[in-house]
């Protein structure tokens, strides 16, 4: 984020962080997903939320769920589905910073365990300032109603 520390002139890196995260994050979702599961072929659903700082572009959210649906249709892994689509916002929007979290539950482990209901298998991926900035991932978590949790 060279832009911000240039400009930013006597603020302190915390106060910057702080200006960046009230100024210029944009969060989307729940986008809801239905796919199967690679390793098991069992359904797993759940829910995508992406946030993102732009640098010249914003997606919309109808491309954002085109996105989400590129990469849920048939067969994936929930790990890779955050990764797919943070380096692909990467790629298309060159961004700040992207974070995806998805919330999934996964069938094949409601089906081996003795619940009635899975408990939900929680990912994030961070991308650029996300990676060096708790207090925009604490924001991002926060509209993602995760509460103050970093991880
Ligand atoms: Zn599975």
Redesign the pocket.
């Known amino acids: 984020m060279k832009a911000i520390q240039n400009s930013s002139g006597s603020l302190t890196p915390s106060a910057a962080a702080d200006l960046t995260a009230r100024l210029s994050q944009i969060i989307e979702g729940p986008i809801p997903f239905a796919s199967l ?6 359904p ?1 659903y759940g829910r995508v939320y992406i946030g993102y700082i732009p640098h010249e572009h914003i997606f919309g959210l109808s491309k954002l769920v085109r996105l989400v649906r590129l990469y849920t249709r048939r067969f994936a892994v929930q790990e890779r589905i955050g990764r797919q689509i943070a380096d692909t916002m990467v790629e298309i929007l060159q961004p700040h910073a992207v974070a995806v979290y998805v919330t999934a539950r ?4 409601q089906m081996r365990g003795v619940r009635a209901v899975a408990p939900h298998t929680r990912t994030t991926v961070w991308r650029g300032e996300y990676e060096r900035n708790r207090a925009l991932r604490a924001e991002f978590l926060a509209a993602c109603g995760v509460g103050q949790r970093t991880a």
């Open positions: 599961c690679e390793h098991h072929a069992f797993f996964h069938m094949c482990i």
